[in-house]
């Protein structure tokens, strides 16, 4: 108890002597850093509202790219819905007298020829869409078959394309890239003129991205973005195959204008000056306002970039290298913000993914409008603040008169007491008593360091514990080992009884058979001692096999070849089957993998013999190309490889074993057809 006194004395008078120090420290410095602690706060509130106006922002970023995402998702839709119309018409018994439908081409022999051969084309003036044919193919059955299909489009174009807010075009491409596009804007006179017609006579379905070889999903493509050789600006498309059955038929496209969606960007303005703009998944500009271009440039534009489309389609690093910082956030995180300079100017440049085309939606904001409201926070944290000072100077005599009083009590109650609770813990662990607890008094350092005592004084009861467990286990596992060691004598005992007792039984009746012979025709006694050297042949396989069982090591003496001969004589010995094998030379491979190879033949020559009732077995080693495969395929009943066998351990073993030496395995089985298992390394 006078120690503890002693120690409660020395922990109030250092206590005390704290509190004074810190009373006169804090009465000289208070004054001289308001000042700093002022801007401290207005520098803490600009963060505040900044990290509030970053969350908003980027909330409203993710719903913007969200509404742009569901757009081309509009668009993309639209498509399909074309393509599955296409495919009910042509599948439905309804047949459509074209003949009767006005303006509408439903056979090759409307189109004309173009004066050079590289167009076929519908020269009806009054026609409500375009039909495009390459010269360079010759319409036949498939052009008829292409335009008659097509020709339902001819209604439901202008309703489904007003459905989307940035398309402005849809059409439809056949097999023979036959062309049906909406809405009717001259595009024969456009294609002669522009070249592109020329261009397209080496043109092939087979290369669009949409074709089947590309799209064996048949899923909706969307196309890169690309300058329209027709005068729509920059354009994005998205493609939706048709097949009838298994047969592709062409695909319906439409095309979605840039510009549109700049105009959309326009409108998207957090604060006055704050711009937005799109780029695709490899860091393409894709759509900005002009005001944006000449920011996200930090430089004036050059004639040519000033055009509406004039940025578009250059990456963004070659824009300003100073944006490469963005690139690399949309790398790390579909949506963030990160803070930079720009132009001289300190922005946030808040940014969100659109899932379904790999795009980015990203808005800058410069940050003095964003915390254009810490000013006036600064401005009621000055008019406060000579109050403020004398208020805790005040405050602060009382604190101290108070403090001294309450040190004394709390160093008593709270310090000498729960180290004298520790030390007597300390003594019981030293005298050999782990289920000493000490109590846990307050929520403190001094109560982590007891709860910490009695998980420690827990924690070597429970290794105490463990570690006896652990000896009994180790005894029941040391059981277990000689248990399997007894199972496996006796399985090997009854090998030996069922085979090779057996064939010393029969060399035995065959020789007494031929002593019989040699007394009364010894020129018949060629068939008994044929008999007698088969069965000693026989069992003394047998006996091979069975040492080889026991001592699998002679596999890197006599190797995986020699091995799988004395398993297949065996068999054919033991159990009279027709055993055919096929072995290339001793591959060269591990001494691990070829134990595994011959225990899953093994394992699935057991299988062979007791569950498949096969009469002919079939064992392959073969290397070819560098890779080695063992096929073991029998005759029998096979069986479900889709059923569950429990207990069965082989089953599970064999790919276990596979997998082990990295090695792919394969079970081939169906009901009455017998089974193949295929392991290749």
């Given at each position: 108890?006078?120690?503890?006194?002693?120690?409660?004395?020395?922990?109030?008078?250092?206590?005390?002597?704290?509190?004074?120090?810190?009373?006169?420290?804090?009465?000289?410095?208070?004054?001289?850093?308001?000042?700093?602690?002022?801007?401290?706060?207005?520098?803490?509130?600009?963060?505040?509202?900044?990290?509030?106006?970053r969350?908003?922002?980027?909330q409203?970023?993710?719903?913007?790219?969200?509404?742009?995402?569901?757009?081309?998702?509009?668009?993309?839709r639209?498509?399909?819905?074309?393509?599955?119309?296409?495919?009910?018409?042509?599948?439905?018994?309804?047949?459509?007298?074209?003949?009767?439908?006005?303006?509408?081409?439903?056979?090759?022999?409307?189109?004309?020829?173009?004066?050079?051969?590289?167009?076929?084309?519908?020269?009806?003036?009054?026609?409500?869409?375009?039909?495009?044919?390459?010269?360079?193919?010759?319409?036949?059955?498939?052009?008829?078959?292409?335009?008659?299909?097509?020709?339902?489009?001819?209604?439901i174009?202008?309703?489904?394309?007003?459905?989307?807010?940035?398309?402005?075009?849809?059409?439809?491409?056949?097999?023979?890239?036959?062309?049906?596009?909406?809405?009717?804007?001259?595009?024969?006179?456009?294609?002669?003129?522009?070249?592109?017609a020329?261009?397209?006579?080496?043109?092939?379905?087979?290369?669009?991205?949409?074709?089947?070889?590309?799209?064996?999903?048949?899923?909706?493509?969307?196309?890169?973005?690309?300058?329209?050789?027709a005068?729509?600006?920059?354009?994005?498309?998205?493609?939706?195959?048709?097949?009838?059955?298994?047969?592709?038929?062409?695909?319906?496209?439409?095309?979605?204008?840039?510009?549109?969606?700049?105009?959309?960007?326009?409108?998207?303005k957090?604060?006055?000056?704050?711009?937005a703009?799109l780029?695709?998944?490899?860091g393409?500009?894709?759509?900005?306002?002009?005001?944006?271009?000449?920011?996200?440039?930090?430089?004036?534009?050059?004639?040519?970039?000033?055009?509406?489309?004039?940025?578009?389609?250059s990456?963004?690093?070659?824009?300003?290298?100073?944006?490469?910082?963005?690139?690399?956030?949309?790398?790390?995180?579909?949506?963030?913000?990160?803070?930079?300079?720009?132009n001289?100017?300190?922005?946030?440049?808040?940014?969100?993914?659109l899932?379904?085309l790999?795009w980015?939606?990203?808005?800058?904001?410069?940050?003095?409008?964003?915390?254009?409201?810490?000013?006036?926070?600064?401005?009621s944290?000055?008019?406060?603040?000579?109050?403020?000072?004398?208020?805790?100077?005040?405050?602060?005599?009382?604190?101290?008169?108070?403090?001294?009083?309450?040190?004394?009590?709390?160093?008593?109650?709270?310090?000498?007491?729960p180290?004298?609770?520790?030390?007597?813990?300390?003594?019981?662990?030293?005298?050999?008593?782990?289920?000493?607890?000490?109590?846990v008094?307050?929520?403190?350092?001094?109560?982590?360091?007891?709860?910490?005592?009695?998980?420690?004084?827990?924690?070597?009861?429970?290794?105490?514990?463990?570690?006896?467990?652990?000896?009994a286990?180790?005894?029941?596992?040391?059981?277990?080992?000689?248990?399997?060691?007894?199972?496996?004598?006796?399985?090997?005992a009854?090998?030996?009884?069922?085979?090779?007792?057996?064939?010393?039984?029969?060399i035995a009746?065959?020789a007494?058979?031929?002593?019989?012979?040699l007394?009364?025709?010894?020129?018949?006694l060629?068939?008994?001692?044929?008999?007698?050297?088969?069965?000693?042949?026989?069992?003394?396989?047998?006996?091979?096999?069975?040492?080889?069982?026991?001592?699998?090591?002679?596999?890197?003496?006599?190797?995986?070849?020699?091995?799988?001969?004395?398993?297949?004589?065996?068999l054919?010995?033991?159990?009279?089957?027709?055993?055919?094998?096929?072995?290339?030379?001793?591959?060269?491979?591990?001494?691990?993998?070829?134990?595994?190879?011959?225990?899953?033949?093994?394992?699935?020559?057991?299988?062979?013999?007791?569950?498949?009732?096969?009469?002919?077995?079939?064992?392959?080693?073969?290397?070819?190309v560098?890779?080695?495969?063992?096929?073991?395929?029998?005759?029998?009943?096979?069986f479900?490889?889709?059923?569950?066998?429990?207990?069965?351990?082989?089953?599970?073993?064999?790919?276990?074993?596979?997998?082990?030496?990295?090695?792919?395995?394969?079970i081939?089985?169906?009901?009455?057809?017998?089974?193949?298992?295929?392991?290749?390394?």
């Open positions: 108890m006078l120690r503890m006194n002693r120690i409660s004395i020395k922990i109030t008078a250092g206590v005390m002597a704290f509190v004074l120090l810190l009373a006169v420290a804090t009465s000289l410095l208070l004054t001289r850093g308001f000042d700093q602690a002022e801007r401290a706060a207005v520098q803490r509130s600009a963060d505040s509202l900044q990290k509030q106006s969350t908003t922002l980027i409203l970023t993710e719903q913007e790219a969200l509404l742009y995402d569901l757009e081309m998702e509009q668009a993309a639209v498509t399909k819905i074309a393509a599955d119309f296409v495919v009910q018409s042509h599948s439905s018994d309804k047949i459509i007298d074209w003949s009767t439908a006005p303006d509408v081409v439903y056979q090759a022999s409307q189109l004309s020829l173009s004066d050079n051969g590289l167009l076929y084309y519908d020269a009806n003036p009054n026609r409500r869409t375009e039909i495009l044919h390459i010269g360079s193919i010759k319409p036949d059955d498939i052009t008829d078959q292409s335009l008659r299909d097509s020709a339902v489009l001819e209604d174009f202008p309703s489904l394309l007003a459905q989307t807010q940035t398309g402005v075009g849809i059409y439809f491409q056949g097999p023979q890239l036959t062309f049906r596009y909406y809405p009717v804007r001259g595009l024969p006179e456009l294609e002669l003129q522009n070249g592109a020329e261009a397209a006579q080496t043109a092939r379905i087979e290369d669009f991205p949409v074709a089947p070889n590309n799209n064996p999903e048949r899923k909706t493509v969307w196309l890169p973005p690309y300058l329209d050789d005068g729509q600006g920059l354009l994005i498309s998205a493609n939706t195959p048709i097949y009838y059955g298994s047969d592709f038929q062409g695909f319906i496209g439409i095309d979605v204008s840039l510009m549109r969606l700049i105009e959309r960007l326009n409108e998207l957090p604060t006055e000056n704050s711009f703009f780029m695709d998944a490899d393409r500009l894709i759509a900005v306002p002009q005001d944006g271009a000449v920011k996200l440039a930090n430089r004036a534009l050059t004639a040519q970039e000033q055009a509406p489309n004039g940025l578009l389609g990456a963004l690093t070659d824009i300003n290298p100073q944006l490469a910082t963005i690139t690399e956030s949309i790398k790390s995180s579909a949506s963030d913000a990160l803070e930079m300079n720009l001289g100017q300190p922005v946030l440049i808040t940014h969100a993914s899932p379904s790999g980015t939606l990203s808005i800058v904001v410069p940050l003095n409008e964003v915390t254009a409201e810490s000013q006036k926070v600064a401005l944290i000055q008019s406060d603040g000579i109050l403020t000072v004398r208020n805790t100077l005040l405050t602060m005599a009382l604190f101290f008169i108070g403090a001294a009083l309450v040190t004394i009590w709390l160093s008593q109650s709270f310090l000498a007491r180290i004298a609770q520790m030390l007597n813990g300390v003594r019981a662990i030293t005298s050999g008593d782990l289920n000493v607890s000490v109590p008094a307050a929520n403190d350092e001094l109560g982590e360091l007891a709860t910490s005592f009695n998980q420690m004084t827990n924690e070597l009861n429970r290794r105490t514990n463990e570690l006896a467990q652990t000896s286990e180790l005894q029941l596992k040391d059981t277990q080992v000689k248990v399997a060691a007894l199972e496996e004598r006796q399985r090997l009854r090998e030996l009884h069922d085979s090779v007792s057996q064939a010393l039984y029969g009746l065959g007494r058979t031929a002593q019989t012979q007394e009364r025709d010894p020129a018949k060629a068939e008994p001692l044929d008999y007698i050297l088969s069965l000693a042949e026989a069992g003394l396989s047998e006996m091979r096999a069975l040492i080889f069982e026991l001592r699998p090591e002679s596999l890197k003496n006599e190797g995986l070849v020699a091995a799988l001969t004395k398993q297949s004589d065996a054919r010995a033991r159990y009279k089957l027709d055993v055919v094998t096929r072995f290339d030379s001793e591959p060269e491979i591990s001494l691990e993998a070829k134990e595994a190879l011959y225990r899953i033949t093994q394992e699935a020559m057991h299988n062979v013999v007791k569950h498949a009732h096969a009469t002919h077995v079939e064992l392959t080693l073969e290397e070819r560098g890779k080695l495969t063992l096929e073991i395929h029998d005759n029998g009943k096979g479900d490889t889709n059923r569950e066998f429990p207990g069965h351990l082989g089953i599970k073993s064999m790919p276990e074993r596979a997998a082990q030496i990295g090695a792919q395995f394969r081939q089985s169906q009901t009455g057809e017998g089974t193949t298992i295929t392991v290749s390394l």
